[in-house]
């Protein structure tokens, strides 16, 4: 199966690839000489922007698309930064920023109310734009007071994964390998979750 993957963020493409690889499903990006048209992310959930993102790739390249929005809630911002998690600090994209406004928006905060979740919505759509598939991965954690670690992208410097019974709890994802992080993460758990569903799927 071959999937258009409705992003142009390289990272989170690699991140998708690795996971959907072994499963024959080849991840193809647009082309650049014919780049997906730009979706304004309007939508007040994940889910309906990551919907949003797949029917316009699968409408304008005919063929099947797979769009991810995802994004860091904080427990006592009111799930804030939710669907704005990209553009945070103002620009969209800048890591940089986006971590430091966090880290100064809790800066009064006590470790032990700083929870957080990762939530990715991942969308399927088919050549005529018919919605296929929708799912969701969550994965629990606190902010930490500091970056740690230097692998992958985002909030991940600042999650610490905190769920009981897993070898990963007490590291940020950015501490993780990316074969760790994946066990995990909420992109992970959204894309076991779409290839258990696929199995069924006719394409």
Not at 54 to 66: E, G, I, P, V
Not at 89 to 95: A, E, L, Q, S, V
Not at 106 to 121: E, H, I, S
Request: charged share 25%.
């Amino acid at each position: 199966m071959k999937l258009l993957l409705a992003s142009g963020n390289a990272k989170k493409r690699a991140e998708i690839e690795a996971l959907l690889t072994p499963l024959d499903i080849e991840v193809l990006a647009a082309n650049a000489r014919s780049p997906l048209p730009e979706v304004i992310e309007d939508q007040p959930t994940f889910a309906g922007n990551a919907a949003k993102k797949a029917q316009s790739a699968a409408l304008f390249a005919r063929s099947w698309a797979l769009a991810d929005d995802s994004g860091l809630e904080v427990d006592c911002l009111g799930g804030a930064p939710g669907v704005l998690s990209a553009r945070f600090g103002g620009i969209h994209g800048d890591d940089a920023r986006n971590n430091a406004l966090l880290l100064e928006r809790l800066r009064q905060v006590p470790t032990g109310q700083r929870g957080a979740r990762f939530v990715c919505a991942l969308a399927l759509a088919r050549p005529d734009g018919s919605l296929a598939l929708a799912v969701q991965g969550l994965a629990r954690g606190t902010i930490a007071h500091a970056p740690r670690g230097t692998n992958d992208f985002g909030y991940d410097p600042l999650f610490e994964f905190d769920e009981p019974g897993f070898a990963q709890a007490g590291k940020t994802f950015a501490e993780l390998s990316r074969e760790a992080k994946a066990e995990v993460s909420h992109r992970g758990r959204a894309l076991r979750a779409l290839a258990q569903q696929l199995q069924s799927l006719r394409v």
